[in-house]
């Protein structure tokens, strides 16, 4: 089955710095890459998103980015501010209609 | 549309004892889907429905679990003789046909004593 490997677990960067969050994925008929923010005691919110027939997208200060040959993708957050603090999931859609997530990144934006 | 909402926030209960969870979907989204969390890790996958059919089962789902969706609406999970393995948090999301991207509930945080 699929299986999402995500670095850092943890990130902590000074207020305007970029980040970024790095994930590779397993099963090559994925083809639905989401990203999830969690904020403390919230479920998961979709910040952004992305189909394997995309390379990148890009909304405001958040992009991702896709390499489907070497089955990894990538959140990047420009000009980060305080409220970017939080547990940032990718995962990735299976041809079984699933997602499966990846374990995390704490980021921590230091004002 | 006040999104997906789970009842209740939280419970506690004593080991052996039964619970159930109830999500509601957001209107008119005919998919519906399980995932159990637990503490610094990723939500895992337990089960989803189509309007009330059961599409997939995890194999974390034991036989002590069980969910339905009885008229395609809101959904109910139930552990039977819970464990304290059993503690996490319960989320449950909800999608329309042809979209992606999921929305999920609040969860239900479970702690079994």
């Known amino acids: 089955g699929e299986n999402v490997e995500q670095h850092p677990s943890t990130l902590s960067v000074q207020e305007g710095d970029s980040a970024v969050i790095k994930c590779t994925y397993s099963d090559s008929a994925s083809n639905y890459f989401p990203w999830y923010k969690q904020e403390l005691g919230k479920g998961p919110q979709l910040i952004i998103d992305i189909r394997s027939n995309v390379g990148e997208k890009k909304d405001q200060r958040i992009a991702v980015t896709l390499n489907k040959t070497a089955k990894h993708f990538s959140l990047h957050i420009t000009e980060t501010q305080p409220e970017d603090s939080a547990v940032y999931f990718c995962a990735a859609k299976t041809s079984y209609d699933k997602v499966i997530f990846g374990p995390g990144t704490s980021l921590s934006v230091i004002p | ?113």
Request: hydrophobic share 25%; glycine share 8%; proline share 4%.
């Open chain 2, 1 to 113: 549309d006040t999104g997906v909402s789970q009842d209740p926030r939280h419970k506690i209960t004593k080991r052996g004892q039964n619970v159930t969870f109830r999500c509601d979907p957001i209107s008119e989204h005919n998919r519906l889907y399980w995932y159990r969390q637990t503490l610094g890790q990723g939500p895992e996958f337990l089960t989803y429905f189509q309007n009330e059919a059961q599409l997939e089962k995890s194999r974390l789902l034991s036989d002590r679990f069980s969910a339905e969706r009885p008229k395609g609406s809101f959904s109910t999970l139930e552990i039977q003789r819970t464990e304290q393995g059993d503690s996490a948090m319960y989320l449950c999301a909800s999608s329309p046909t042809g979209v992606q991207g999921y929305t999920f509930g609040s969860g239900t945080r479970l702690t079994v004593v």
